[in-house]
């Protein structure tokens, strides 16, 4: 069974730092896996936040660049987010998730990704 289980939320003050952690099982990373972050906030769609392909490309949404890194530990099956300069506009669900892909890129786009985790809470306070 794929499964994905995201950890590290939790809530800190304005330009504060997290690292969120996401281990992942039932799947081996491959030349077109794509693994991302999306993030949900209350009454609203889910937004992606960033993506990484095996060979360690990466996408952001405009809103984290710079400030967001996404990072792949195959040894142990483990995707990462560094957060830093938080801002309270960052607090919602973040969620991590694995797909296919079947052009060059791994889209910041709900559809790329098949199998998700149930998420972690991250909020940021003024």
């Known amino acids: 069974q794929v499964q994905l289980q995201e950890s590290g939320g939790g809530s800190v003050q304005t330009g504060g730092s997290l690292r969120l952690s996401c281990e992942y099982s039932g799947f081996t990373i491959n030349s077109r896996t794509c693994m991302s972050w999306f993030r949900q906030a209350p009454g609203q769609e889910h937004e992606g936040v960033a993506t990484?392909?095996?060979?360690?490309?990466?996408t952001y949404a405009d809103s984290v660049k710079g400030r967001f890194t996404i990072s792949q530990d195959n040894a142990k099956n483990t995707l990462s987010l560094e957060m830093v300069s938080l801002k309270p506009e960052d607090t919602s669900m973040y969620y991590c998730?694995?797909?296919?892909?079947?052009?060059?890129?791994?889209?910041?786009?709900?559809?790329?990704?098949?199998?998700w985790g149930q998420g972690t809470q991250v909020t940021v306070s003024s």
């Open positions: 998730a694995a797909g296919r892909r079947w052009s060059d890129y791994c889209y910041l786009a709900k559809g790329q990704y098949t199998t």
């Open positions: 990484i392909k095996a060979d360690g490309t990466t």
